[in-house]
Antibody, heavy 117, light 108 residues
Framework: EVQLVESGGGLEQPGGSLRLSCAAS????????LNWVRQAPGKGLEWVAY????????YYADSVKGRFTISRDNAKNSLYLQMNSLRDEDTAVYYC??????????WGQGTTVTVSS | EIVLTQSPGTLSLSPGERATLSCRAS???????LAWYQQKPGQAPRLLIY???SRATGTPDRFSGSGSGTDFTLTISRLEPEDFAVYYC?????????FGQGTKVEIK
């Protein structure tokens, strides 16, 4: 079964850091580019970051540029999101999603990040 | 950045009726880069349509996508009880992806 499973969410204070992980199974992980997408409580979807299959191409949304870092370990079938200088507005459910044909065809169940003092 | 505007915000329909959802882009979008998703409460989004009109694996044929340039449409030919959800369009361009704000299809 093709699956993505996120972990690492939690409660963090403004200015703090968190590292999210996404474990993949059931497909050739190293052949696919991946994204992080978030959804604030009661709001719509917001794309956060993209990484190509070989890590050569990385893109970020302006809202997280300079604070978040996307990375991957193809040997471990894992995707990561290092989140620094967290703000209240980073509070959201964070999803990892597989890229295919410029769309996101497989999604994890999400991990919740809450930024609050 | 290309902005996607979805309309209406909420669509109130009965099972069996036809649903027509609109997604308008602030600049022209290649059909290749336009997708539609369905999201139910407490669940992750699910890809329905990619390339503006191609159904993703497992998408029932009552769902169809159409359009080009700046105007795209998702049509559900006959609403089933499981189709009541929020629908998002999404585009890729200029090294970033953007989503519309969503259309909620609710039971009338």
């Amino acid at each position: 079964e093709v699956q993505l499973v996120e972990s690492g969410g939690g409660l963090e204070q403004p200015g703090g850091s968190l590292r999210l992980s996404c474990a993949a199974s059931g497909f050739a992980f190293s052949s696919y580019s991946l994204n992080w997408v978030r959804q604030a409580p009661g709001k719509g979807l917001e794309w956060v970051a993209y990484i190509s299959s070989g890590r050569s191409t990385i893109y970020y949304a302006d809202s997280v540029k300079g604070r978040f870092t996307i990375s991957r370990d193809n040997a471990k079938n894992s995707l990561y999101l290092q989140m620094n200088s967290l703000r209240d507005e980073d509070t959201a459910v964070y999803y990892c999603a597989r890229n295919r044909n410029y769309a996101m065809d497989v999604w994890g169940q999400g991990t919740t990040v809450t930024v609050s003092s | 950045e290309i902005v996607l505007t979805q309309s209406p915000g909420t669509l109130s329909l009965s099972p069996g009726e036809r649903a027509t959802l609109s997604c308008r882009a602030s600049q022209s979008v290649s059909n290749t880069y336009l997708a539609w998703y369905q999201q139910k409460p407490g669940q992750a989004p699910r890809l329905l349509i990619y390339g503006a009109s191609s159904r993703a694996t497992g998408t029932p044929d009552r769902f169809s996508g159409s359009g080009s340039g700046t105007d795209f449409t998702l049509t559900i030919s006959r609403l089933e009880p499981e189709d009541f959800a929020v629908y998002y369009c999404q585009q890729y361009g200029d090294s970033l992806w953007t989503f519309g704000q969503g259309t909620k299809v609710e039971i009338k």
